[in-house]
Protein backbone atom coordinates (compact mmCIF):
# COMPACT_ATOMS: atom_id res chain seq x y z
CA UNK A 1 0.00 0.00 0.00
CA UNK A 2 2.81 2.20 1.03
CA UNK A 3 4.68 1.84 -2.23
CA UNK A 4 1.71 3.23 -4.57
CA UNK A 5 1.42 6.49 -2.49
CA UNK A 6 4.97 7.05 -2.51
CA UNK A 7 4.89 6.44 -6.54
CA UNK A 8 1.91 8.81 -6.89
CA UNK A 9 3.56 11.67 -4.43
CA UNK A 10 7.03 11.47 -6.79
CA UNK A 11 5.18 12.00 -9.94
CA UNK A 12 3.07 14.87 -8.42
CA UNK A 13 6.34 15.63 -7.02
CA UNK A 14 7.99 16.10 -10.64
CA UNK A 15 4.99 17.65 -12.00
CA UNK A 16 5.36 20.43 -9.56
CA UNK A 17 9.20 20.62 -10.43
CA UNK A 18 8.27 20.91 -14.35
CA UNK A 19 5.54 23.47 -13.65
CA UNK A 20 8.59 25.25 -11.68
CA UNK A 21 11.07 24.31 -14.11
CA UNK A 22 8.24 26.27 -16.78
CA UNK A 23 7.37 29.16 -15.34
CA UNK A 24 11.35 29.99 -14.46
CA UNK A 25 12.40 29.48 -18.36
CA UNK A 26 9.12 30.93 -19.93
CA UNK A 27 7.98 34.11 -17.64
CA UNK A 28 9.38 36.74 -19.74
CA UNK A 29 6.92 35.31 -22.26
CA UNK A 30 4.05 35.94 -19.91
CA UNK A 31 5.23 39.44 -19.26
CA UNK A 32 5.84 40.69 -22.54
CA UNK A 33 3.96 40.45 -25.39
CA UNK A 34 5.41 42.05 -28.71
CA UNK A 35 3.64 43.56 -31.52
CA UNK A 36 4.67 43.76 -35.02
CA UNK A 37 6.09 47.04 -37.07
CA UNK A 38 3.53 49.39 -37.64
CA UNK A 39 3.79 53.46 -38.17
CA UNK A 40 1.54 56.57 -37.66
CA UNK A 41 1.18 59.24 -40.59
CA UNK A 42 2.87 62.82 -39.60
CA UNK A 43 5.74 61.05 -37.27
CA UNK A 44 9.04 59.98 -37.56
CA UNK A 45 11.49 57.38 -35.76
CA UNK A 46 14.45 57.78 -33.26
CA UNK A 47 16.65 55.08 -32.91
CA UNK A 48 19.12 54.54 -29.79
CA UNK A 49 21.55 52.04 -29.64
CA UNK A 50 21.11 51.08 -25.62
CA UNK A 51 23.35 48.33 -24.30
CA UNK A 52 23.50 46.58 -27.69
CA UNK A 53 20.21 46.67 -29.39
CA UNK A 54 18.37 49.22 -31.24
CA UNK A 55 15.45 50.89 -29.75
CA UNK A 56 12.77 52.76 -31.47
CA UNK A 57 10.74 55.37 -30.64
CA UNK A 58 7.85 57.46 -32.41
CA UNK A 59 8.46 61.05 -32.51
CA UNK A 60 5.69 63.84 -33.10
CA UNK A 61 7.61 66.86 -33.11
CA UNK A 62 7.19 69.81 -31.71
CA UNK A 63 9.16 73.71 -31.08
CA UNK A 64 9.78 74.76 -27.41
CA UNK A 65 10.98 73.07 -24.49
CA UNK A 66 7.94 70.27 -23.19
CA UNK A 67 8.28 66.87 -24.08
CA UNK A 68 6.43 63.32 -23.21
CA UNK A 69 7.76 60.09 -23.02
CA UNK A 70 4.96 57.99 -22.87
CA UNK A 71 6.08 53.63 -21.80
CA UNK A 72 3.02 51.76 -22.98
CA UNK A 73 1.19 48.19 -21.35
CA UNK A 74 3.10 44.64 -21.76
CA UNK A 75 0.88 43.91 -25.25
CA UNK A 76 0.54 47.61 -26.48
CA UNK A 77 1.61 49.77 -29.81
CA UNK A 78 2.01 52.73 -28.51
CA UNK A 79 0.72 54.41 -32.14
CA UNK A 80 -2.69 53.57 -31.00
CA UNK A 81 -1.85 56.03 -27.63
CA UNK A 82 -1.14 58.77 -30.22
CA UNK A 83 -4.69 60.06 -30.67
CA UNK A 84 -5.06 61.05 -26.96
CA UNK A 85 -1.65 62.00 -26.19
CA UNK A 86 -1.59 64.50 -29.02
CA UNK A 87 -5.41 65.59 -27.82
CA UNK A 88 -3.98 65.96 -24.25
CA UNK A 89 -0.48 67.63 -24.94
CA UNK A 90 -0.84 69.45 -28.32
CA UNK A 91 2.18 71.78 -27.63
CA UNK A 92 4.21 68.92 -26.69
CA UNK A 93 6.28 66.46 -28.69
CA UNK A 94 5.94 63.34 -28.11
CA UNK A 95 7.90 60.19 -28.12
CA UNK A 96 6.27 57.06 -27.44
CA UNK A 97 8.83 53.83 -26.27
CA UNK A 98 8.53 51.11 -28.53
CA UNK A 99 10.45 48.65 -25.86
CA UNK A 100 12.84 45.94 -27.09
CA UNK A 101 11.67 42.99 -29.45
CA UNK A 102 8.66 45.25 -30.23
CA UNK A 103 7.82 46.91 -33.62
CA UNK A 104 11.49 47.33 -35.11
CA UNK A 105 13.35 47.37 -31.59
CA UNK A 106 15.82 44.64 -31.36
CA UNK A 107 17.04 42.81 -28.34
CA UNK A 108 14.95 41.19 -25.63
CA UNK A 109 12.71 43.20 -23.22
CA UNK A 110 13.81 42.54 -19.59
CA UNK A 111 12.92 45.02 -16.63
CA UNK A 112 16.65 46.49 -16.49
CA UNK A 113 16.95 46.81 -20.27
CA UNK A 114 13.80 49.09 -20.79
CA UNK A 115 14.62 51.00 -17.59
CA UNK A 116 18.01 51.70 -19.15
CA UNK A 117 16.58 52.22 -22.73
CA UNK A 118 13.98 55.07 -21.06
CA UNK A 119 17.19 56.76 -19.31
CA UNK A 120 18.89 57.00 -22.72
CA UNK A 121 15.72 58.32 -24.36
CA UNK A 122 15.43 60.86 -21.86
CA UNK A 123 18.81 61.61 -21.97
CA UNK A 124 18.35 62.22 -25.21
CA UNK A 125 15.32 64.18 -25.48
CA UNK A 126 16.44 66.64 -22.60
CA UNK A 127 19.16 67.89 -24.89
CA UNK A 128 16.13 69.72 -27.10
CA UNK A 129 13.17 69.28 -24.48
CA UNK A 130 14.33 70.48 -20.81
CA UNK A 131 10.79 69.77 -19.89
CA UNK A 132 9.63 66.11 -19.34
CA UNK A 133 6.61 64.41 -18.50
CA UNK A 134 6.67 61.26 -18.11
CA UNK A 135 3.72 58.75 -18.90
CA UNK A 136 3.69 55.01 -17.74
CA UNK A 137 0.52 52.80 -18.51
CA UNK A 138 0.18 49.57 -16.83
CA UNK A 139 3.40 47.65 -17.15
CA UNK A 140 4.97 50.79 -18.28
CA UNK A 141 4.19 52.60 -14.90
CA UNK A 142 6.88 50.37 -12.98
CA UNK A 143 9.70 51.79 -15.99
CA UNK A 144 8.43 55.49 -15.99
CA UNK A 145 8.56 55.18 -11.67
CA UNK A 146 11.80 54.42 -11.68
CA UNK A 147 12.75 56.53 -14.63
CA UNK A 148 11.69 59.51 -12.14
CA UNK A 149 13.86 58.47 -9.21
CA UNK A 150 16.65 58.49 -11.65
CA UNK A 151 16.19 61.66 -13.33
CA UNK A 152 14.07 65.67 -12.56
CA UNK A 153 10.68 65.15 -14.39
CA UNK A 154 7.94 68.23 -14.66
CA UNK A 155 5.12 65.31 -14.10
CA UNK A 156 4.48 61.61 -13.67
CA UNK A 157 1.49 60.03 -14.97
CA UNK A 158 0.73 56.53 -14.19
CA UNK A 159 -1.93 54.98 -15.50
CA UNK A 160 -3.45 51.77 -14.07
CA UNK A 161 -0.53 51.15 -12.16
CA UNK A 162 0.74 48.80 -9.73
CA UNK A 163 2.04 48.52 -6.68
CA UNK A 164 4.13 44.86 -7.47
CA UNK A 165 4.32 43.10 -10.48
CA UNK A 166 5.42 40.31 -8.60
CA UNK A 167 3.03 40.07 -5.88
CA UNK A 168 0.14 40.28 -8.65
CA UNK A 169 1.83 37.15 -10.19
CA UNK A 170 1.99 34.92 -7.25
CA UNK A 171 -1.85 36.19 -6.57
CA UNK A 172 -2.09 34.52 -10.11
CA UNK A 173 0.10 31.71 -9.40
CA UNK A 174 -0.34 30.75 -5.83
CA UNK A 175 0.68 27.78 -5.04
CA UNK A 176 4.15 28.11 -6.77
CA UNK A 177 7.05 29.79 -5.51
CA UNK A 178 6.86 33.88 -7.73
CA UNK A 179 8.51 35.47 -5.46
CA UNK A 180 11.63 33.24 -5.72
CA UNK A 181 11.07 32.53 -9.24
CA UNK A 182 10.42 35.94 -10.59
CA UNK A 183 13.32 38.03 -12.35
CA UNK A 184 11.10 41.18 -13.40
CA UNK A 185 9.46 42.11 -10.61
CA UNK A 186 8.84 45.82 -11.29
CA UNK A 187 8.44 46.44 -7.62
CA UNK A 188 7.05 50.27 -7.82
CA UNK A 189 6.43 50.67 -4.08
CA UNK A 190 10.24 50.71 -4.07
CA UNK A 191 10.82 53.64 -5.91
CA UNK A 192 7.74 55.96 -5.48
CA UNK A 193 8.70 57.33 -1.64
CA UNK A 194 11.78 58.47 -3.79
CA UNK A 195 9.88 60.56 -6.74
CA UNK A 196 10.02 63.99 -6.71
CA UNK A 197 7.78 65.24 -9.45
CA UNK A 198 4.39 65.93 -9.16
CA UNK A 199 2.37 62.46 -9.72
CA UNK A 200 -1.15 61.27 -10.97
CA UNK A 201 -2.32 57.69 -10.44
CA UNK A 202 -5.26 56.84 -12.89
CA UNK A 203 -6.96 53.85 -11.80
CA UNK A 204 -9.57 52.01 -13.76
CA UNK A 205 -13.16 51.75 -11.70
CA UNK A 206 -13.29 48.24 -13.21
CA UNK A 207 -9.59 47.04 -13.20
CA UNK A 208 -9.69 43.21 -14.30
CA UNK A 209 -5.90 43.25 -14.59
CA UNK A 210 -4.53 45.29 -11.71
CA UNK A 211 -6.77 45.04 -8.34
CA UNK A 212 -7.58 48.53 -7.16
CA UNK A 213 -5.90 47.47 -3.04
CA UNK A 214 -2.25 47.08 -5.33
CA UNK A 215 -2.79 50.46 -7.39
CA UNK A 216 -3.94 52.63 -3.88
CA UNK A 217 -0.93 50.56 -2.10
CA UNK A 218 1.23 51.90 -4.50
CA UNK A 219 -0.85 55.43 -3.90
CA UNK A 220 -0.28 55.36 -0.49
CA UNK A 221 3.77 54.89 -0.57
CA UNK A 222 4.04 58.29 -1.72
CA UNK A 223 4.88 61.09 0.30
CA UNK A 224 2.32 63.13 1.80
CA UNK A 225 1.13 65.32 -0.62
CA UNK A 226 2.81 64.15 -4.21
CA UNK A 227 0.50 62.00 -5.44
CA UNK A 228 -2.62 62.64 -6.63
CA UNK A 229 -5.44 59.15 -7.06
CA UNK A 230 -7.81 59.43 -9.59
CA UNK A 231 -10.70 57.03 -10.02
CA UNK A 232 -12.00 56.66 -13.99
CA UNK A 233 -15.14 55.68 -13.25
CA UNK A 234 -17.20 52.57 -15.48
CA UNK A 235 -13.83 51.68 -17.08
CA UNK A 236 -11.49 48.57 -17.37
CA UNK A 237 -7.83 47.89 -17.46
CA UNK A 238 -7.99 48.18 -21.30
CA UNK A 239 -10.83 50.85 -21.39
CA UNK A 240 -9.66 53.44 -19.23
CA UNK A 241 -8.63 55.87 -22.40
CA UNK A 242 -12.50 55.28 -23.93
CA UNK A 243 -13.71 57.54 -20.83
CA UNK A 244 -14.19 61.20 -21.78
CA UNK A 245 -12.59 62.28 -18.68
CA UNK A 246 -9.23 60.63 -19.52
CA UNK A 247 -7.69 62.87 -22.23
CA UNK A 248 -8.44 65.88 -19.63
CA UNK A 249 -7.26 64.18 -16.76
CA UNK A 250 -4.31 63.75 -18.80
CA UNK A 251 -3.81 67.03 -19.43
CA UNK A 252 -4.77 68.67 -15.91
CA UNK A 253 -2.51 66.53 -14.21
CA UNK A 254 -3.17 67.61 -10.61
Known amino acids: MLRPILTIAAIVA ?15 SLIYFPHPPSSAPGTSTLTLRSEGAEVRATVKTAPGPEAVIYFGGNAEDTHHSLPDLEAAFPRHALYLTHYR ?13 LVADALALYDKVRTTHPQITAIGRSLGSGVAIQLATARPLTRLILVTPYDSLVDIAADQ ?18 YAPNVTAPTLLLEAENDEVVPRASTEALYNRFANGQAILKVVLNTGHNTIQLSPEYVPLLAGGR
Open 14 to 28: LLYLACCVFLFTRQR
Open 101 to 113: GYGSSTGQPTEKA
Open 173 to 190: FPIFPVRWLMQDKFESRR
